[in-house]
């Protein structure tokens, strides 16, 4: 080192007003806070760069030792590394389920962005600091630029991306590893926008749909509640007063009041353990193969999952087969992201027959779970070599049902909650009123 690179470093150090906290590769930090297995850390580091200027940055790692080697690859030589005090206050904050994310929906946009700046010939690089810039989500803002240090340091593009599974899932990251081995990475961008749009779009229709009956159902509880807790009681101690035998209905409705009243932590107790219970079981593989097999089965909702589920597995398929993904890569891919666990065994079997040399279309004739429709454009694909075409037919068709479906379901459920409400609340009523049409021989 020369006497002036040795006078830089020793006026950065002194300019900080710290003891010179000089990292020692063989031995960890003392400063630093071992993170857990596989979850990512914020490390503030400062470095001397090949001039001997100090640098300052941050990076999201895995531990501090991953943190060292990445800072050395890109051409320094570490001088301190600490966990980042904003990251540290944001952990502390952090409510459980109202953590940092992010939505399809900003991905969406950052990919048809992303697919923009690659075809006009940005170098990758400059198009990754082009869009932490413009990305509003602090975290998806963060992980860019944890993917742009990777891809500094020489890592490839995908590697850098499957480094952040809750930002991008298991499509986006063989699509990009495909679109780079093409030399195509703008067309699959634009092809993964282009899907992730339609799933937004079509998801948000479906929440538009749901929106209006479970705002519906939420105040019909809240009132049921109301009358259970606070009406029905005064009406009990009425009667009581009076003796007398109540009607059936009236007997019950109090009985279930007062159940709930007199005995309100064990109340709360039992719903909480089921509550507990129903979530510990759809954790596991089989409670959620149950489920989804339930939810395919179900009246007015079941045929519009079903059919949601078969458009993403057949949109997904089409987008993978076009960007030259080997079909058993493809089907493997199409199971872990199609959502639903039912379907998702059924393309595993699938896969196992094509493995041994059989058709697709030929496995999937004997699962009930695939319509004829979609198993016989998938065995004209195969035989033609269209198959992206045909799973795009399929694909845009279901689509289209789906959105017939769901406005169907809209026009129908409003009837069938007026009727729910009136049949409740209403009996509700009737019961607490019946016995005063025997209000005069309750007294006697």
């Known amino acids: 080192m020369t006497a002036t690179q040795t006078k830089r470093q020793k006026a950065a150090l002194s300019a900080r007003g710290k003891t010179d906290h000089r ?20 490390y503030e580091y400062e470095a001397l760069d090949r001039a001997g200027e100090l640098v300052k940055g941050h990076l999201l790692s ?11 690859r890109l051409g320094l030589r570490p001088v301190d590394i600490q966990h980042s005090t904003s990251s540290i206050l944001n952990a ?12 399809d929906g900003e991905i969406a946009v950052l990919s048809r962005q992303f697919a923009t700046l690659v075809h006009a010939g940005v170098p990758l690089l400059r198009s990754l600091s082009v869009l932490i ?21 020489g890592d490839s593009l995908s590697n850098a991306l499957g480094r ?63 009358m259970l807790f606070f009406v029905v009681p005064v009406f009990a101690s009425i009667y009581d007063d009076l003796g007398g035998t109540l009607p059936l209905p009236t007997r019950i409705l109090v009985r279930v009041s007062a159940a709930l009243t007199n005995k309100l932590p064990i109340t709360l107790l039992t719903i909480g353990v089921g509550v ?22 179900l009246p007015l909702i079941g045929s519009l999952v079903h059919k949601t589920a078969i458009a993403r597995l057949t949109r997904i398929l089409a987008v993978l087969n076009r960007a030259g993904i080997p079909i058993l890569d493809a089907l493997s891919i199409a199971a872990e992201t199609v959502g639903n666990a039912a379907i998702e065994a059924a393309i595993l079997e ?32 195969e035989e033609t070599g269209t198959l992206d075409e045909m799973l795009e037919t399929v694909a845009s068709s279901y689509e289209e049902e789906v959105e017939a479906a769901i406005a169907g379901f809209a026009s129908l459920i409003e009837p069938v909650l007026m009727a729910l409400i009136g049949a409740v609340v209403g009996g509700m009523v009737i019961s607490l009123y019946l016995p005063m049409f025997r209000i005069v021989d309750l007294v006697q």
């Open 62 to 72: 895995t531990s501090e030792a991953e943190a060292l080697q990445r800072i050395r």
């Open 164 to 226: 952040h599974p809750r930002v991008f899932d298991g499509l986006y990251v063989p699509m990009v590893r495909a679109g780079e081995r093409a030399g195509s990475l703008d067309e699959v961008l634009s092809q993964l926008a282009t899907t992730m749009e339609r799933s937004v779009a079509l998801r948000r229709k479906i929440k538009s749909a749901l929106a209006y009956p479970l705002a519906v159902l939420v105040l019909v509880s809240i009132v049921v509640t109301a």
């Open 133 to 153: 810039k413009q990305t509003e989500n602090e975290f998806v803002a963060e992980t860019l630029r944890s993917v742009r240090t990777d891809v500094e340091s």
């Open 92 to 103: 502390e904050l952090r409510i459980p389920g109202f953590g940092p994310r992010a939505n």
């Open 350 to 381: 699938t896969r196992l027959d094509v493995r041994r040399g059989g058709a697709m279309a030929g496995h999937m004739a004997t699962n009930e779970l695939f319509p004829a429709m979609v198993v016989q454009l998938v065995a004209i694909g």
């Open 23 to 42: 990292i020692d590769p063989r031995q960890p930090s003392a400063k630093s806070v071992p993170a857990e297995p596989n979850s990512l850390v914020d």
């Open 276 to 297: 507990y219970g129903i979530r510990t079981g759809l954790g596991t593989e089989q409670g959620r193969l149950r489920w989804d097999r339930t939810k395919l089965r």
